[in-house]
């Protein structure tokens, strides 16, 4: 009995295999048109290009093209003041004069000696023409002469130097002194920037040295602009590496005439190199597996939409778009959303094309800090 109960089961579990079987021969085709009568709703892009740079990103300080600190060569109080802060000044411009009485009083004194030395000298001319005096009394005279111009010569260079100026062209800083106040050869009295250009000193490390050259693009930004993008150029790297930190300082140079930079802003630099045009897709339009990538290029015929999946290689990220180098090119449309629901080859009804997203920047491929 239990041997006739064994075999009654096998004989049911292969009849029911055996059914399977031919349902499953007998009825392709009829899946087959179900699921192409099944199309999947995408949103695709038209591919188009975009532009891309390569960018190595660094830390920078502002610094004034020229920049001095006022102060005065000799020890007196001041006795005018002809600046604000702010003002913009021209080279040459007084500032600011000391107290000169003494010296004024002095050079009076020296051009009144030098008047008459000269007088002296003129009458030893005289007196030697008509042969009543000697030649050695006139070279005495001339000698007065040079002695006394180069005593008025040299209260007139103090005098000068109690007069302060301004060295070139710029905007003064805030003011530290007041008329009246002792000064002494050292002492701040303001300081005068010149922020028609902004040197921008950052540091590279080492291995990006053969990126850099003078000439590069760099775009700078401020937290105080956010919106607002500062372009500029390398003007000059240095010619020795930091033997601690591996890294060197490159200087570039940007506009100011705004004068919406100040020295000693703290600045995010952008050195764009190796600028093209290259085809890009959304972000959302590559899947991966393992280390390749892929796309849906979409097949638009009479009958319908298809899509069939392509491998490409991708170039740099800019945002949310990335470089195509191989694989579709100018003219195809992708899948850019749904990519997730969709195989090879499977039927599709286009729902939405995404409007071109462009590309003003570059592709970050590297970040250096400053110390």
Request: hydrophobic share 40%.
């Amino acid at each position: 009995m239990r041997r006739a109960g064994f075999l009654i089961v096998v004989g049911l579990v292969f009849a029911a295999m055996t059914a399977l079987v031919v349902v499953r021969a007998v009825q392709p085709e009829e899946a087959r048109r179900g699921f192409a009568g099944r199309q999947t709703p995408v949103a695709v892009y038209d591919i188009e290009t975009h532009e891309f740079a390569d960018i190595v990103e660094a830390l920078g300080t502002a610094r004034a093209d020229e920049t001095v600190t006022i102060t005065a060569r000799d020890s007196d109080t001041i006795s005018r003041i002809d600046f604000e802060s702010g003002d913009q000044v021209e080279a040459g411009t007084i500032l600011a004069e000391l107290t000169d009485r003494e010296e004024a009083a002095s050079l009076a004194e020296a051009r009144a000696t030098w008047r008459e030395a000269q007088r002296e000298y003129e009458r030893a001319v005289d007196l030697l023409e008509r042969g009543v005096s000697t030649r050695q009394r006139l070279d005495e005279a001339s000698s007065t002469v040079e002695r006394a111009r180069a005593r008025v010569n040299s209260i007139e260079a103090r005098l000068a130097d109690r007069i302060i100026r301004a060295p070139f062209s710029g905007v003064i800083g805030l003011r530290e002194v007041s008329v009246g106040q002792l000064v002494r050869p050292g002492d701040a009295i303001a300081s005068l920037d010149d922020t028609r250009i902004i040197k921008l000193d950052f540091t590279v490390p080492e291995r990006f040295l053969a990126a850099l050259q003078p000439g590069l693009t760099i775009a700078a930004r401020t937290s105080a602009y956010p919106d607002r993008v500062f372009e500029g150029a390398i003007t000059q790297i240095n010619s020795r590496i930091d033997p601690i930190t591996r890294a060197v300082t490159v200087r570039a140079e940007i506009d100011n005439e705004s004068g919406r930079l100040l020295p000693g802003q703290l600045m995010t630099v952008e050195i764009r190199r190796d600028e093209r045009l290259r085809p890009a897709v959304p972000g959302s339009a590559i899947t991966r597996y393992l280390d390749q990538a892929f796309v849906f290029v979409v097949d638009e015929t009479d009958e319908g939409a298809s899509v069939r999946q392509v491998e490409v290689e991708l170039g740099t990220a800019s945002g949310d778009m990335v470089e195509i180098v191989r694989g579709v090119g100018l003219g195809d449309v992708v899948v850019s959303e749904g990519t997730h629901r969709i195989r090879d080859r499977m039927p599709v009804v286009v729902t939405e094309r995404m409007a071109p997203r462009r590309v003003g920047t570059g592709a970050a491929i590297s970040t250096a800090s400053q110390q």
